[in-house]
């Protein structure tokens, strides 16, 4: 049963440290999404990958994040330094075309 | 630039009713459709999806979508609804790419 895997999926972490997220992708997706998900804002595209190449991470706050597909079975997602505002549920999905599978998430909560 | 609108925020259905759950969408380019199913503490779950074929569009637990390009719309319904459609469904829209822009959900919940 192909699924996409996300790990940890649940962090608590104090401001200031760093996180990372990871993303195993379904075995061959050549497509990677991060969206993170809130109350208030409801589903953000942070950045997407296809072939690993990044094609739009328009979404993420530059300073602090950053995505990276280090291998086509690995995709990261780090915050560095950790803020309160980033608490969320952030989302890996893949997809080979138009329909996206998506990861159960990581529930991230910064304190 | 693509973008979706889901008209309601909260949708009530007692158990057994019709669910009509409104999507309009705006897109520069021949658009693919997507409803996603997010149960409480769960991942999103495709409900179905639409990509220039036939314009009725069924998917999975007796849901369908009707793309209609005159009113730009694909809403969301079913004939009967069960409790366990109790959830937030998101209407999502990829135009040229496979970027998938999420609406800001529909929270539908049934009554017994």
């Known amino acids: 049963d192909a699924r996409v895997t996300q790990t940890p999926r649940h962090k608590v972490t104090e401001m200031g440290q760093e996180v990372t997220m990871r993303c195993q992708p379904i075995?061959?997706?050549?497509?990677v999404f991060w969206y993170r998900q809130t109350m208030m804002q409801g589903l953000e595209l942070l950045a997407y990958?296809?072939?690993?190449?990044?094609?739009?991470d328009s979404g993420m706050p530059k300073d602090r994040f950053s995505a990276e597909m280090p291998d086509a079975t690995l995709a990261t997602l780090k915050i560095q330094p950790s803020e309160p505002r980033d608490s969320a549920v952030y989302f890996c999905?893949?997809?080979?075309?138009?329909?996206?599978?998506f990861g159960q998430g990581t529930r991230l909560t910064v304190v | 630039a693509q973008s979706v609108t889901q008209l309601d925020s909260h949708v009530s259905v007692s158990e057994g009713t019709p669910v009509l759950l409104r999507c309009n969408y705006s897109s520069s380019y021949s658009p693919s459709l997507f409803w996603y199913v997010q149960h409480p503490n769960k991942g999103l779950q495709l409900l179905l999806k639409?990509?220039?074929?036939?314009?009725l569009v069924k998917g999975i637990n007796g849901f369908e979508a009707e793309f209609k390009k005159s009113e730009t719309s694909f809403h969301l319904t079913k004939p009967s609804a069960h409790m366990s459609d109790a959830a937030e469904y998101f209407c999502v829209v990829s135009g040229n790419t496979d970027k998938l822009i999420f609406g800001t959900g529909t929270r539908l919940q049934v009554f017994p």
């Open positions: 990958f296809r072939n690993r190449a990044p094609l739009d």
């Open positions: 999905a893949s997809s080979l075309g138009f329909e996206a599978f």
């Open positions: 075995l061959g997706h050549n497509t």
């Open positions: 639409y990509t220039s074929a036939a314009t």
